[in-house]
């Protein structure tokens, strides 16, 4: 099977070259026509676990509580005070327009939200009228210190100079695109656990096909929707001091700057494609070849995206740069070899040479690719949706790579005329005998280095840690990081934190020094006095409100509430707490004094429904005797430590306000945002493991060896390992990006290995001089690595350009890990097979070894 397969292609490579071509050209494109399909995502989806529960749970707290996404919108007057009349008539001008934006539900700012403070009304009064600073003849000075005090407002609409405050865009609630996601991901458990029916199947294909769909045309409307609102933004940035916040930017920018990235990048990188071969090969031909097939390999692979609807995330942003520089090595492999052949033998024919290149790198550049697609399989271990698809597209990329390389080439040589000039003036083998020079002088050096090295670098992996701050994914001059530090820093934190508590099975008396005025002894059987004054039927409650009847509407309820809550704005990391305690401890300034479970009753019916829309119904669930406390995060807090944060929040509740384990819990984007984050140690350990141990069976499998195939792992476990020492010592910690560059390391960095000992096994078989082999080795297919990890490096330092700091961070450490496998593949990988000696010495042949005229310079150059 396999003889009959290298017949056939040898015929059609060398027998319709044309042929070849053509379908190449034909097939990409094919695959172009489907670019304009192509598609990015950067959703909130694409940045969480794919099977984390508490994400449906995320999903149901937000439909049951109508939470909609929203924009935030910082405003600070140029000309003078905030809360001068022109100032506050352009924050009402700005205010108005921002309303009428298609998928606007409401904004909310200082103008319109109720005063309760200026002045201070009576508990009875409330409902005569709620007062707003919009309202002729409002103190402004005691709406201003209310907006600084209150227990409403303070450090959530108004910065504590005063003079910035907050515009909050509720958008709509996007309640069909979370009806069809958890009817999707509720199937996709049951198929994984359980299995699905025939008709479940069809179902689970429809609607994902149909949430797929929808959630395509609600990206679109919110990044226009974003536009929308910059535009009118920059009608006003000449009176006020603007930054725009929230998620839908933080998509709509992440979008942008993916695309950017892939344009920028793509194109600086195949610029200096072309400069690098030019430096190398100094022909246009060496030049031309590699680029098309880089190029006809991009095009295709972004094609077939396109057409399967499969999107590029933040994480597979990267893919192209990864794809063009793993295609460049492939074709600079065979582009060395055949240059070696038709110096050695300058009579052989078109055909003879590119067959000769093709047979003699066919089995390292199959097994390169195989262990690189190993590499990047072993992603899909992460359970993090956009790194599993990361590395499918690149199992493919690369499959295409290696399928494109081997049939461009070759094919294209035998059409072109054959041309020897310049290929025995190449001397920069001189170069890589230097480091075979090296490795045979100063051995005690070379070793004693890579123990230092693996010493450092197994330290400072130690100090590896997963939480970081997103804000710190951005560039200080663009907007997101500049919103998000005006957000955390003046108006209450940026990050969102859900507190769920259900009701207990029992409830508990009230807290010490809150009893109940109306108690008596012998209560009902929760432990609760009988109230004098309850009715079967509270005479208070209109139709279908009955907070009363609320467990948490009660004072053992809110007392409870109330602790968690001052307990959390205590909290360093956290900002602005809200919660029904909010409302309670109102009604007690209003009240004079603690309201009993009747007063909380009467005080409740007397709320104008302004009132209620704020301080009750985001925090208050009557169908499900359930409470919401909500808080924001301060990103930028140094010592923000997520999985700690949440830990010290349900200790506090278990063990000093004695709630059971069941009825609290904790969601949000910041407890999504963590569980992905604490799942990377696990995934990076699963991944090197899987990736360590398919290499080594590859190894075994090509080299027949065991004491090879170790020998070929630890520079590139070296590499590895510096990679994530380096990471640990300089404080970049694991995420989403840089989870990738240790398996991307291995699965690139052992290709040097792969082709060293190749070549070398086989020069070996000439004399069983190892020393002679090791410089001649050094002198022919050292080049070629010298030359594709000089291109790998160069080309990943160009995403240090990015304002995208995780590409920046991915470019920099891939140049890293790069250099460091070439070093070790170049000194500590010849000087370990010096040393083990794996080798058998070949048996005496018939006939002398043929020296070529570089192999004779290399040793000449090398004694």
Known sequence: ??????????????????????????????????????????????????????????????????????????????????????????????????????????????????????????????S????????????????????????????????????????????????????????????RRKRNEEGLTEAEAARLEEVSQT???????????????????????????????????????????????????????????????????????????????????????AVTMLGLLSWLDWRLTVISANFVALLLIITLAITIHLSVRYREFIAQNPDWTREDLALAAVRFMAKPCLYTALTTIVAFASLVVSGIRPVIDFGWMMVIGVSLALVMSFLVIPAALVLLPKRSDGVSQDNSHAFTLLFSRFAERRRGIVLGAAAVAAVISVAGATQLRVENRFIDYFDSSTEIYQGMLVIDRRLGGTVTLDIILDKPEQEEPA?????????????????????????????FASEGQGVQDSYWFTVAGLNKIEKLHDYLEKQPEIGKVQSLATLYKVARDLNNGPLNDFELAVARTSLPQEITDVLVEPYLSLEHNQARITLRVMETDPNLRRDELIQRIYDYAHNDLGIAPENIRQTGLLVLYNNML????????????????????????????????????????????????????????????????????????????????????????????????????????????????????????ILALSKFVPSIYFGLLTALAMSAALLGSLTLLPLLLLLIRPLTAPEARGKPAVVTEGEGEARAVAE
């Open 511 to 539: 807290f010490e020094g809150e009893e109940d005025p109306f108690a008596a002894e012998g209560g009902d059987e929760y432990g609760k006095a009988e109230d004098p004054f309850a009715v079967e039927e509270d005479p």
């Open 128 to 187: 005569d009228g709620i007062r707003t600073l919009s309202t002729p003849g409002t103190d402004k000075d005691k709406a201003r210190k209310e907006f600084l005090s209150s227990p409403i407002y303070r450090d959530l609409i108004l910065s504590p100079d005063g003079q910035t405050t907050a515009l909050l865009v509720n958008l709509e609630l996007d309640q069909r695109g979370i009806e069809l996601v958890r009817e999707r991901d509720a199937l």
């Open 678 to 797: 604490q799942s990377l140690f696990k995934s990076q350990i699963l991944t090197l493991g899987a990736v360590f141990i398919g290499i080594l069976l590859m190894f075994l499998v090509l080299f027949r060896s065991l004491w090879l195939a170790i020998i070929a792992l630890i520079p590139n476990m070296l590499a590895a390992t510096v990679v994530l020492g380096g990471m640990g010592l300089a404080g970049i910690p694991l995420d989403m990006m840089t989870i990738t560059i240790a398996a991307i390391t291995v699965g690139i960095g052992v290709d040097h290995a792969i082709h060293y000992l190749y070549r070398f096994r086989a020069e070996f078989a000439k004399d069983g001089d190892y020393v002679a082999t090791m410089h001649r080795s050094h002198a022919t297919i050292g080049r070629a690595m010298f030359y594709t990890a000089v291109t790998i490096i160069a080309g990943f330092s």
């Open 211 to 297: 949430y797929l769909e929808h959630r395509t045309r609600m990206d679109l409307e919110s990044r226009e929707r974003v536009a929308e609102v910059r535009g009118i933004l920059d009608g006003y940035r000449a009176d006020a001091e603007l930054f725009l916040g929230g998620v839908s930017m933080i998509t709509a920018d992440m979008i942008a700057f993916i695309k950017s990235d892939l344009v920028v990048f793509g194109v600086g990188i195949l610029l200096f494609i072309i400069v690098t071969l030019l430096i190398i090969f100094r022909q246009v031909r060496w030049v031309l070849l590699p680029l098309a097939t880089c190029i006809v390999t």
């Open 1 to 126: 099977m396999l003889s009959a397969f290298k017949t056939f292609y040898e015929k059609l490579v060398t027998g319709r070259p044309k042929t070849v071509l053509a379908v190449v050209v034909l097939l990409t494109l094919a695959a172009a026509a489907g670019l304009p399909r192509f598609k990015i995502d950067a959703s909130a989806d694409s940045l969480t676990l794919e099977t984390d529960d508490a994400l449906d749970y995320y999903r149901k707290i937000a439909k049951r509580y109508a939470t909609g996404d929203f924009l935030v919108v910082t405003y600070k007057y140029r000309h003078g005070d905030l809360f001068q009349d022109e100032s506050l008539a352009t924050l009402g001008n700005l205010r108005d327009e921002l309303v009428q934006v298609d998928g606007v539900e409401s904004v909310q700012t200082i103008l319109d939200v109720p005063l309760l403070y200026s002045p201070k009304p009576a508990i009875s009064e409330i």
